[in-house]
């Protein structure tokens, strides 16, 4: 079972990225999946989450209007874009399945002029 991020980087702030998290060797069409990150010397916070079908999706008030969480259950993939990027969204980005507990390796993303 696993889940591999990818898409991070450096971007000045307004800026956007798009994170993927690709699962594989578990059912992914059925599972609720999220997006947390951790920022520097402080805890890992959720960020989003969408149900298996995609149709619910809920996010953290500060991410409101921002960023949006979609699915492409045929490529097992869930993606964040990030729009209108802050200087307090640097973080360590993890893609986290709660069905079977499991956590990608994290991307970073560091927004800085």
């Known amino acids: 079972v696993q889940l591999v991020e990818s898409g991070g980087g450096l971007v000045q702030p307004g800026g956007s990225l798009r994170l993927s998290c690709v699962a594989s060797r578990f059912t992914f069409s059925s599972a609720f999946m999220t997006w947390y990150r951790q920022p520097p010397g402080k805890e890992r916070e959720l960020v989003a989450s969408i149900t298996s079908a995609g149709r619910s999706t809920n996010y953290a008030n500060s991410v409101k209007g921002r960023f949006t969480i979609s699915r492409d259950n045929a490529k097992n993939t869930v993606y964040l874009q990030m729009n209108s990027l802050k200087p307090e969204d640097t973080a360590v980005y993890y893609c986290?399945?709660?069905?079977?507990?499991?956590w990608g390796q994290g991307t970073q993303v560091t927004v800085s002029s």
């Open positions: 986290y399945a709660p069905v079977g507990q499991i």
